[in-house]
């Protein structure tokens, strides 16, 4: 059965920081593009951030470019989110999604792409 499990989430106050983390069971997503998305109340998800199956392609949302780091382990299996200088606007429930396979850049943003999803850790920035 495949897994994907986020932790890391928490209340942090503002220009605070937090480091959120998912850990894949089941399967390897070594070969496969990975992505944050987030999902605030009353609002639709909404991608964060993505990382090519090597590590080497990254893209942001453009509210959190400059603030949020992605990053992968593939010998763990594991995928990472450091963020920084959070916002109040940053509150949501954060989601780990991996894809079957790799996928081009130009569409990474979309949330149909994925096929895997954690259940979600909720992150309140409080002002």
């Known amino acids: 059965q495949v897994q994907l499990v986020e932790s890391g989430g928490g209340l942090v106050q503002a220009g605070g920081s937090l480091r959120l983390s998912c850990a894949a069971s089941?399967?390897?997503?070594?070969?496969?593009?990975m992505a944050w998305f987030r999902q605030a109340p009353g609002k639709e998800r909404e991608f964060v951030a993505t990382i090519s199956w090597s590590g080497d392609g990254r893209l942001y949302a453009d509210s959190v470019k400059g603030r949020f780091t992605i990053s992968r382990d593939n010998a763990k299996n594991t995928m990472s989110l450091d963020m920084n200088s959070l916002r109040p606007e940053d509150t949501a429930v954060y989601y780990c999604?991996?894809?079957?396979?790799?996928?081009?850049?130009?569409?990474?943003?979309?949330?149909?792409?994925?096929?895997?999803w954690g259940q979600g850790t909720q992150v309140t920035v409080s002002s």
């Open positions: 089941g399967r390897s997503f070594s070969t496969s593009t």
């Open positions: 999604a991996a894809a079957t396979a790799r996928i081009p850049a130009y569409v990474a943003a979309r949330s149909n792409m994925y096929a895997y």
